[in-house]
């Protein structure tokens, strides 16, 4: 149960947030590994079973290790939930409740209510990453708005990325599909993306590499608002050069 073993965890399961976490010092490493491998559990819990109840104990689960810590108990025996509660302050890790109870609308083939329900699955799948390891890495409060419009953009960008895959398991992953809605979504990220940008100074050096995940979501959102065909079609770029590129300029200047 080590940090060694959240790291294994992340480069199988999560190949851009282990390449951004070995962009960033190694004291970051050792918060952002246990947090990226808690949250690769917790996102596959709703996949690994065609039952729902099983699905919603195997989240129920994490959300009682969310709250044995935050209440300062010792967690349960788990590879992930110790170095977890070692990395995150018991004060800070309450906001990764909302990212499990969030991941039940995996469980379901239900579509989204409306695009409020939608906006607020984007935000609480992604936001408690960056914010929680932020704050973590000592960020103020006052950064709270800067990382959370973040965060959107880098969730919408990851969402719509999964969105074959989503489909093809037979879920309605967006309320409404149409090219103008996909350019309207991925004009959306670039703007709040552009608004954070704008208030990167609010975030402190130190706390920066909270943010380095989404190093991918910017080619993204501007590949979905020039052509949306690519979204359904699975052709928004991968990780290429340039964006390898891109991540090793971000980290030697922290300007995400």
């Known amino acids: ?62 959300r009682d290790v969310v709250e044995e810590i935050a209440t300062g108990k010792t967690p349960r025996a788990h590879e992930v939930a110790q170095p977890l509660a070692a990395a995150i302050p018991a004060d800070l890790i309450g906001p990764l409740d909302a990212l499990v109870a969030a991941r039940r609308w995996d469980i379901h083939k239900d579509p989204f209510e409306d695009r409020a329900a939608f906006d607020a699955y984007i935000a609480d799948t992604s936001a408690p990453l960056v914010t929680v390891a932020a704050r973590a890495l000592g960020a103020g409060a006052g950064a709270e708005p800067i990382l959370q419009d973040a965060a959107w953009a880098y969730g919408l960008a990851a969402f719509l990325r999964a969105i074959p895959a989503l489909e093809a398991a037979g879920r309605v992953p967006l309320v409404e ?80």
């Open 177 to 256: 599909g149409t090219p103008d809605a996909l350019r309207a979504l991925a004009q959306e990220g670039l703007a709040r993306l552009a608004r954070a940008r704008a208030g990167r100074a609010m975030v402190a050096r130190h706390a920066l590499p909270a943010l380095y995940a989404g190093w991918r979501a910017e080619p993204t959102l501007k590949s979905a608002l020039a052509d949306p065909r690519l979204v359904a079609s699975g052709g928004l770029p991968g990780a290429g050069l340039r964006d390898s590129l891109r991540l090793a300029q971000l980290a030697a200047t922290g300007r995400w």
């Open 1 to 62: 149960m080590s940090l060694q073993a959240c790291a294994e965890l992340v480069a199988r399961g999560d190949p851009d947030r282990f390449r951004a976490a070995m962009a960033s010092p190694l004291a970051a490493r050792q918060i952002l590994f246990p947090l990226y491998a808690f949250n690769i559990e917790v996102s596959r819990a709703p996949w690994v079973t065609d039952e729902p109840l099983i699905a919603e104990m195997r989240l129920q689960f994490w």
